[in-house]
């Protein structure tokens, strides 16, 4: 009986920690992720290390580089050119290849949040 509860335990102990790695990889983004939504092909934001992410935008030679942080279902930018500004965005990753996120261009502050919806 007691050997019956021993591997009971270590099965449980095991399935935890499977969905914590699970968890744990679905909240990571590495590569270049294309915009599709709103506007199909505008930016494009590459992942090329746990923290840094270059945003792109198409037509233009140059990206601006950022910080991420990535913190429940926000994700914090901060400028390498000016480490005093971070902000803050909503963020939903779908799976390992699309990832939603709250716009990242200026809007009027008095309209409905805007969304935008990258794919690799």
Request: hydrophobic share 35%.
């Amino acid at each position: 009986m007691d050997k019956k509860v021993l591997i009971g335990i270590i099965i449980l102990i095991g399935m935890i920690s499977c969905n914590s790695d699970d968890d744990n990889a679905s909240k990571s983004l590495s590569g270049t992720y294309t915009e599709t939504l709103p506007i199909n092909g505008r930016s494009e934001l590459n992942f090329v290390n746990e923290n840094t992410v270059i945003k792109t935008e198409s037509g233009s030679a140059f990206g601006n580089e950022f910080t991420y942080e990535l913190i429940d279902n926000v994700i914090k930018l901060t400028p390498n050119w000016d480490d005093d500004t971070a902000t803050e965005f909503e963020i939903q990753i779908m799976n390992s290849s699309k990832f939603v996120i709250e716009n990242l261009y200026p809007s009027i502050p008095e309209t409905p949040t805007i969304y935008m919806t990258f794919q690799k």
